[in-house]
């Protein structure tokens, strides 16, 4: 097997102990933070740049971001984050998580295809176009009713957080 994957892998299995061990929301935030990112390093090392696209940015990205704003919006009054901030669980899974992306930014640097041997693929694989042309043809039904089923998530989440203010 490629060093590339037992790196990655054993970073994400790693970063998702920790996240469930943790003691505290913040440093479990970041340990899924840390999966995120490993498991996008393993997506590319499938010849998968569409799936790691989709990895980094709505998950590491949004769903992320999300968590960490309702840890700090149940935070009590009395908690500083600034003491927190001191915790040995802090830096080393901010540690890890850098490495794993300064990894992720090595291999993509150096290229899919120099990491792993050419394999026979479709030319079309794995183009957003193509993705995009079966959204809107064959899944269009399934594509307007997850957009519907977010924008109620969205309306109920505004109605819930506005009624405690």
Known sequence: MDIYFWFFALVAVAS?????????????ALGLLTTFISLASLYLHLHAPLVAIFQITIYAGAILVLVVFVIMLLMTPDEELSVKQYNLSYKSMGA?????????????????ACIVGEKA????????????????????LHFEVVSVLLLVALVGAIYISKRNL
Request: without cysteine; hydrophobic residues 55%; glycine residues 16%.
């Open 16 to 28: 998702g102990i920790f996240m469930v061990t943790a003691r505290e929301p913040l440093p479990g």
């Open 96 to 112: 890890i998580a850098g490495v794993a992306m300064i990894a992720l930014l090595l291999v993509g640097v150096r290229g899919i």
């Open 121 to 140: 693929l479709p030319s079309d694989f794995g183009q957003p176009g193509l993705i995009g042309k079966l959204l809107y043809s064959d899944f269009l």
